[in-house]
């Protein structure tokens, strides 16, 4: 099959990937103008989900969309979208586009938003030999689209930049890219955000960037663990003088980069700070605190 194995929701049923299609005219394929989150499922546990559904719902109300479901009734959807699709471990992602009008009217307040669901097997960003060695990554000479021109902080499907910086990084024989900001910092890379380790201090872009929740999962069990921990501008001389360079990302948690532009970083190999996160992020899977078991499961 061309699809992978998994269950979406649209139009108050739930559909075989394989039968969940939208209209040529929705405005979420054609403008993409849609918000979107994601989040993961292991073994049977949401993880993190409440922040998850604050960062849809705050990019909802901000894209003047609504769906006709609350936060209790999408986290229905999205328990049955992983239950019925049997995955224990699901990437699980939740939609809402601008839709479109019944008269293919130009005035988005016309438009019918809709909202869809979808439960598949969990992916990851780094495959299992990238996760032992350290990904190499290239920064890309293209520059993130400044956020006075589209929030960062709504999760959105303007990825042409993003994705011109994954070419630019291959052409580098990379594997993936780091691009940066309107101000020359380093941004973040196709659906990951990025931290930087010096003498021991962990650091990440402050701005112009997705705040994302493996994001702030690593600054919380920082600060649980006591390592020192800043949101500050990252340059791309801070990268190539780091000790360790990681990547977070709900595809994939905590992800170790080992080489920029063909460069080693630090000793070559995954530093002692990235693997200790590594670790006390994926411990925190089974944490009444941080995760939320799917009846189905239980
Ligand atoms: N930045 C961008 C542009 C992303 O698309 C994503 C994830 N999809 C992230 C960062 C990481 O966010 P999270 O940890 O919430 O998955």
């Known amino acids: 099959s061309r699809y992978p194995s998994g269950i979406a929701y649209m139009d108050g049923q739930y559909l075989p990937m394989s039968q969940a299609k939208i209209s040529v005219l929705d405005w979420g394929l054609l403008h993409s103008d849609a918000t979107y989150d994601t989040v993961h499922v292991w073994d049977g546990r949401f993880f993190r989900l409440d922040l998850h559904l604050d960062r ?3 990019g909802l109300e901000k894209l003047r969309m609504s769906i006709n479901l609350s936060r209790e009734e999408v986290t229905t959807v999205l328990q049955n979208c992983v239950g019925l699709s049997g995955h224990r471990s699901a990437y699980v992602e939740m939609i809402c586009t601008r839709g479109s009008s019944p008269t293919f009217s130009r005035d988005p307040r016309d438009a019918i938003n809709r909202f869809i669901a979808f439960a598949i097997p969990f992916g990851s960003v780094a495959n299992a030999e990238q996760l032992k060695r350290g990904l190499h990554v290239a ?3 293209t520059v993130r689209i400044p956020p006075a021109s589209v929030d960062p902080t709504i999760k959105n499907y303007h990825w042409l930049d993003l994705v011109k910086g994954l070419y630019d990084a291959y052409d580098q024989k990379a594997e993936t890219a780091l691009i940066l900001d309107f101000e020359g910092n380093i ?7 990025v931290f930087a380790v010096r003498g021991g201090q962990v650091s990440t872009p402050a701005k112009n960037v997705l705040p994302g ?13 006591q390592i020192p921990v800043a949101e500050k501008a990252v340059s791309q001389d801070d990268l190539f003088g780091a000790d360790e360079i990681f990547i977070t990302s709900t595809a994939g948690g905590v992800m170790p980069v080992t080489k920029v532009n063909e460069r ?5 190999s995954v530093g002692e700070i990235t693997k200790t996160l590594m670790d006390e992020y994926w411990k925190r899977h089974s944490d009444p605190k941080w ?3 799917i009846s189905y499961f239980s």
Do not use: H, K, M, Q
Request: proline share 6%; hydrophobic share 30%.
């Open 56 to 58: 849809f719902f705050n």
């Open 213 to 225: 929740i493996t994001r702030r999962s690593v600054l919380d069990i920082c600060s649980e663990l």
């Open 264 to 268: 080693s970083i630090g000793t070559g």
């Open 291 to 293: 995760s939320t078991p």
């Open 139 to 141: 920064i890309s000479s």
């Open 187 to 193: 941004a973040e890379g196709p659906g990951f955000n």
